[in-house]
C-alpha cells in the first residue's frame, strides 16, 4: 500500500478521503495544506511564489516520510487505529518545533478535524502539542498582555483588533495560520488549537530560525516586505478630529510654521466629503484642494486625507456600484453595513472591479490634486454589529474570506499609486492581515479611550504587531475617545503618551477632543461636528515646551529612524521590539512587557501610571555593551535592575553602547 507520494519537490500523503501535502516554501520553511474529498487549491491569500528550493530531501519510508528544507525537517508518522498522519517539525539539531496532536486510539483524536457544514465547506480545528514556549505575534489585540501563552484569541477584525495570525516562538519557530476565515486560536496549557468557522482546506506555513530576526526575515520573504518608508514618515504628523475647512487647516500649518516646529504630515480627517462615498471634497468648505496642497508642501507638509470604504445610499456613486456589483451584499436583510450619519454599504475590496472603479475616483478628486498619502478608516469593516455571517464578498462568505478585507483595501490604493508612478505608497489602515505589509500599510491601533489602561495596552499591542511582520504601526497619541483639553489629569497622560509616541514607528497626534464645536453650512444647516484643538500649544503652559522637546527629539534621530525604516524594509525587522526579540538568551527578557528596544539601540521605559515619576528598569545581559542615559549622559553597566527618576518632562531611554 503506498501511503505517500513526491511530486516534484512536495511530499503528498492520502488516506480515507483526506489529501495532505507539504512543500518547501522559502528558505528554511514549508507549507502544509490538507483537504478532504477534493484536490488542493492553491490559494494565494497572503504567501507569494517562493524561491526554487535547493537541496530539498524527501526520504520515503514504509509508514513514515520525512521532507527537510534547509534549517527545518518535517516528519510524518501514522498513528492510531486509521493510520493518520501526524506531523513533527525538527530544527537543524534535530530538535523538535512543533508536533501534532496524536490520535491516542481509545481517544480518537484527529489533529485535522474537518466538520461538514451540509451542502457547503468546513468547520475546520487544527491542533498541536503544547510545548514549553512563549509566543508573540498574532497583531493587535485591546489586552494589557505580550505572550499569549495561556490566551484564546478571536481571529476576526474589530475596531482597535487587527487578527494577522503569525507568530513567532520561544521554541526557535515562526508559524502563519494561512486561512482568512473567521475564527478562533488557543494557546493552550495542554495543547494549540486553530478554528475557521467555514473553509475548504488546511493551509498553514511554518518556518525555523536561530533568532527572532532570522524568523522575521523568512516570514517577509514568504508573505513580501514593506515598501521603503517615504522621508514624511520620519517626522512628525498632526491630526485632529476634524480640520472642518481649508482655511482651518492652513492656519495650523502656518501656525507650526510660525513657531519653528517641523511638522512632515498634517492630516484632513473624515466627512470633508459631501456624501460617503463620493470619494472628492466638499466644494463649500474646501474650495481648492489643489491651492491648499500646493501650499502646505511649500511649508514642506504633506496632506492626507481620510477615505472611508463605505458608500452611503444618497452617495452619487451609489447606484451605479450597487447595478455593477461593487458593494458588499448583505445575506439578509436590509443593504445596509453601517448605519453613521448615513446608512450606507462598503464597497467589496475583494473584487478587483471594485478597486479599480473606487481608486480612478480617488485619482481623479485627490491624487491629481497633489495628495500622495491616503488615511484608509473603517478597514476592518467596522460592521453595525459585526455580524460576520451576514455579509458576502466576491471572494466569498465573510465566514470564508473576511479577515481578507483589510489586505485588498491597502492594495486598491496601493496599485492605483504604483500605477500612477508613485516609488513607495505607505498608507494608514485600521486594520491589516498578513501580507498587508507589502501593501504600505502603516496601521494604527483604532477608536480607544484616552485612559491609562488603554495607553498600557498600546505598548503591547504595537510589539505583538512588529512581531507579526506588520513593522509601520503608530496610536493616537493620547487616545481617541474621551480627552478633555483643559483636563489636567488629561494632560498629563497625554505629554506621557507623547513621549512613547516619539519612540514609536510613527508619531502622529491625533483624538476627538472635548468639548468639541458645532459646524453649519452657510444656509444654517448642521453637519458633524468637529473636536476640540488637538495641536502642541492646546495643551497649557506646562505641558508646551515638554511637547516641543520631544517633537525636536524625534527630529534629532531622523537619520537614525531612517535607517531603522530601511532593515524593516530590507529585512522585515520591526522597529519597535520586545527585549526578548533582541535578547533571546536571556531569560528575564520574555516577561518584560512595559519597557523596549527601538531599534537595537534605544531602551525605551514608558511612563504609563498616573502620578509616576520613577521607573525600574532592567538592563539586559550582554558582552562587551554598557547603557548610557539619553537626558543625563550617567552610565550603568548590563546585567541589572536599575531605578531612574521620571520627572513629567522625561521618559527614561537609554542608549546601549559598546566598549571601546
Not at 513657531?259 to 470619494?279: E, Q, T
Not at 500612477?420 to 502603516?442: D, F, I, K, T
Not at 479611550?449 to 493620547?478: H, K
Amino acid at each position: 500500500m503506498e501511503w505517500f507520494q513526491r511530486e516534484n519537490n512536495a511530499l503528498i500523503w492520502r488516506n480515507r478521503g483526506e489529501t495532505l501535502k507539504i512543500t518547501p516554501w522559502g528558505e528554511d520553511s514549508v507549507r502544509v495544506q490538507s483537504v478532504l474529498m477534493g484536490e488542493i487549491e492553491d490559494t494565494r491569500y497572503a504567501l507569494l511564489e517562493p524561491a526554487e528550493a535547493e537541496n530539498v530531501e524527501i526520504l520515503i519510508g514504509e509508514e513514515e516520510a520525512t521532507l527537510k528544507n534547509g534549517g527545518i525537517t518535517v516528519h510524518v508518522g501514522m498513528d492510531g487505529w486509521h493510520h493518520d498522519a501526524c506531523l513533527t517539525f525538527l530544527n537543524s539539531r534535530g530538535e523538535v518545533l512543533l508536533r501534532e496532536t496524536n490520535p491516542s486510539n481509545a481517544l480518537s483524536l484527529r489533529s485535522r478535524k474537518f466538520e461538514p457544514h451540509l451542502g457547503g465547506d468546513f468547520r475546520l480545528t487544527v491542533t498541536f502539542e503544547a510545548g514549553e514556549e512563549s509566543i508573540f505575534g498574532m497583531g493587535q489585540y485591546q489586552e494589557d498582555i505580550l505572550d499569549w501563552k495561556g490566551c484564546t484569541l478571536e481571529l476576526a477584525h474589530r475596531n482597535s483588533q487587527a487578527s494577522v495570525p503569525f507568530y513567532i516562538s520561544t521554541r526557535g519557530y515562526g508559524f502563519l495560520w494561512h486561512n482568512p476565515a473567521i475564527g478562533q486560536v488557543s494557546f493552550g496549557l495542554n495543547r494549540t488549537t486553530w478554528q475557521a468557522d467555514y473553509t475548504r482546506q488546511m493551509d498553514y506555513w511554518v518556518t525555523a530560525g536561530d533568532t527572532p530576526s532570522d524568523i522575521s526575515r523568512h516570514y517577509a520573504q514568504a508573505t513580501g516586505f514593506a515598501p521603503m518608508m517615504p522621508e514624511y514618515g520620519l517626522g512628525f504628523w498632526q491630526c485632529k478630529l476634524r480640520y472642518w475647512n481649508q482655511k482651518q487647516l492652513l492656519e495650523v500649518a502656518r501656525e507650526y510654521k510660525r513657531r519653528g516646529l517641523k511638522v512632515d504630515v498634517i492630516v484632513c480627517d473624515f466627512f470633508h466629503w459631501p456624501r460617503m462615498g463620493d470619494y472628492r471634497f466638499d466644494p463649500e468648505f474646501f474650495p481648492d484642494p489643489a491651492a491648499m496642497v500646493k501650499e502646505l508642501k511649500e511649508m514642506g507638509i504633506e496632506l492626507m486625507v481620510s477615505v472611508w470604504p463605505q458608500v452611503s445610499l444618497n452617495s452619487e456613486n451609489y447606484a451605479e456600484m450597487l447595478q455593477q456589483g461593487l458593494l458588499v451584499r448583505a445575506e439578509y436583510g436590509e443593504q445596509i453595513g453601517m448605519r453613521f450619519v448615513e446608512d450606507s454599504m462598503f464597497f467589496d475590496a475583494t473584487n478587483p472591479r471594485a478597486r479599480s472603479y473606487v481608486w480612478e475616483k480617488v485619482r481623479k478628486n485627490y491624487y491629481d490634486a497633489g495628495i500622495r498619502i491616503f488615511w484608509l478608516d473603517e478597514a476592518e469593516p467596522e460592521y453595525g454589529t459585526y455580524d460576520f455571517k451576514n455579509y458576502r464578498y466576491h471572494l466569498g462568505s465573510n465566514q470564508r474570506i473576511g479577515n481578507i478585507y483589510p489586505q485588498m483595501y491597502a492594495r486598491t490604493f496601493y496599485d492605483g499609486m504604483r500605477a500612477a508612478g508613485q516609488e513607495n505608497p505607505v498608507n494608514l489602515l485600521r486594520c491589516a492581515w498578513a501580507g498587508s505589509q507589502r501593501y504600505g500599510a502603516l496601521v494604527w491601533s483604532g477608536d480607544i479611550m484616552s485612559r491609562w489602561e488603554d495607553f498600557r495596552r498600546q505598548v503591547c499591542a504595537g510589539l505583538n504587531m512588529g512581531m507579526a511582520g506588520i513593522p509601520w504601526w503608530t496610536t493616537d497619541i493620547g487616545g481617541f475617545h474621551g480627552g478633555v483639553v483643559d483636563d489636567p489629569d488629561f494632560r498629563e497622560l497625554l505629554i506621557r503618551w507623547f513621549q512613547y509616541g516619539a519612540y514609536c514607528p510613527v508619531m502622529r497626534l491625533h483624538g476627538d477632543r472635548r468639548p468639541g464645536e458645532t459646524v453649519r453650512r452657510a444656509d444654517g444647516t448642521q453637519v458633524l461636528p468637529s473636536g476640540g484643538p488637538n495641536e502642541v500649544w492646546s495643551y497649557g503652559e506646562e505641558a508646551y515646551p515638554i511637547l516641543v522637546k520631544y517633537m525636536k527629539r524625534r527630529e534629532e534621530m531622523r537619520d537614525y529612524v531612517r535607517d531603522l525604516m530601511r532593515e524593516a524594509h530590507e529585512n522585515g525587522t520591526p522597529l519597535i521590539r520586545s527585549m526578548w526579540y533582541v535578547f533571546p538568551e536571556d531569560e528575564t527578557c520574555r516577561d518584560l512587557r512595559d519597557q523596549y528596544m527601538f531599534g537595537n539601540r534605544y531602551l525605551v521605559a514608558p511612563v504609563m501610571e498616573k502620578g509616576q515619576r520613577e521607573r525600574k528598569i532592567y538592563l539586559p545581559k550582554e558582552r562587551a555593551a554598557y547603557y548610557a542615559n539619553v537626558d543625563t549622559g550617567e552610565v550603568y553597566e548590563a546585567g541589572q535592575w536599575i531605578t531612574l527618576p521620571a520627572p513629567l518632562d522625561t521618559m527614561p531611554v537609554l542608549e546601549k553602547k559598546p566598549f571601546m
